[in-house]
């Protein structure tokens, strides 16, 4: 296994509400099947500490991977504001709704690295069938082919976890008691939202 730069991933809960929410706003006007985003925090040793996030415009070709749009002037933009707020909060990666990895992902992901040399891909589940762990970590590596051809980029699995200090945690529970299942039934992002409650150590709503 490489030495990687990164050997576990930290996410704080309120990323994942936020790409859920980014994910529902999206669904309303359009019919992409994953959205994406950037992901902030910093670095801790070998620990990254994701604490923040903001949504960047994407589109791609549902029959052609290699046809794919991240807008970077947008993303240059928000990423210029959010350090006037938190200047210790550096880009460390990018997210999106997967729910698997995405063949274009490796060639996103180099766009990132222009922001990030160790950019991390976080992929977040708004669907999960169950209350694990709703976050899947991962960063590019170098293969070595044994049969002598060039090297290719592939991703390696990180460690990941929700995590939250106890100030955030007050304000993640005062969201969580806002969240209700609609008559109809549990909405689409209802399990990540009771995942965040169960990982927090609360009582599922």
């Not at 990941?160 to 209700?180: K, N, P």
Request: hydrophobic fraction near 40%; glycine fraction near 8%.
């Amino acid at each position: 296994m490489p030495d990687l730069a990164v050997e576990k991933v930290v996410v704080h809960p309120l990323v994942l509400l936020s790409v859920v929410d980014h994910f529902n706003r999206i669904g309303k006007v359009g019919s992409q099947k994953r959205v994406v985003g950037v992901l902030l925090g910093s670095w801790h040793k070998k620990v990254l500490d994701v604490s923040n996030s903001f949504a960047v415009p994407f589109d791609e070709d549902d029959k052609d991977d290699s046809v794919w749009f991240l807008d970077h002037d947008y993303l240059e933009n928000m990423y210029g504001m959010f350090k006037k707020v938190n200047a210790r909060e550096r880009i460390v990666g990018w997210y999106h709704t997967g729910p698997k990895l995405h063949k274009n992902d490796i060639a996103i992901n180099e766009l990132m690295k222009q922001y990030c040399s160790n950019s991390v891909l976080v992929i977040i589940d708004v669907k999960p069938k169950d209350l694990g762990l709703p976050t899947e970590a991962y960063i590019s590596v170098e293969e070595v082919h044994d049969d002598g051809t060039p090297t290719s980029k592939t991703f390696e699995h990180v460690t990941s976890e929700i995590g939250a200090e106890e100030a955030e945690e007050v304000g993640v529970e005062h969201l969580l008691r806002t969240f209700r299942i609609s008559e109809g039934g549990p909405s689409f992002n209802t399990g990540t939202i009771r995942a965040v409650h169960a990982r927090l150590g609360r009582e599922v709503l």
